[in-house]
């Protein structure tokens, strides 16, 4: 099986940063598209930015300019850089992965449990 853990969630005050870290384990031959998504209570969990199979970036509108998604292939880690936080980037952000856990395998998408991010105005 596979597995991402979050991490690196926590308060912060309206204008700081933090940044998120996903730790990808288990039977993995190879990760193709990676992101991060978020959900506010009482709202739909929506992109944030992701990786594509091609390895181009997208971001959400509400966070261009703001937030930064990297990887490291060889760590299986993926991370959220989140700069001038607002009061609505406050949500459960939760890492995504397509995974084949083998050559032939097309590949399953699998999520993380999430971690908290609270921005304080």
């Known amino acids: 099986q596979v597995q991402l853990v979050e991490s690196g969630g926590g308060l912060v005050q309206a204008g700081g940063s933090l940044r998120l870290s996903c730790a990808a384990s288990?039977?993995?031959?190879?990760?193709?598209?990676m992101g991060w998504y978020r959900q506010a209570p009482g709202k739909q969990r929506e992109l944030v930015a992701t990786?594509?199979?091609?390895?181009?970036?997208n971001y959400a509108d509400s966070v261009k300019d703001r937030f930064t998604i990297s990887r490291d292939n060889a760590k299986k880690m993926l991370y959220l850089q989140m700069n001038n936080l607002k009061p609505e980037d406050k949500a459960n952000y939760f890492c995504n992965a397509g995974v084949e856990t083998t050559w032939s395998d097309p590949g399953t998408i699998y999520w993380g449990q999430g971690t908290q991010v609270t921005v304080s105005s």
């Open positions: 990786f594509t199979r091609a390895d181009t970036t």
């Open positions: 288990g039977r993995i031959f190879r990760i193709n598209a």
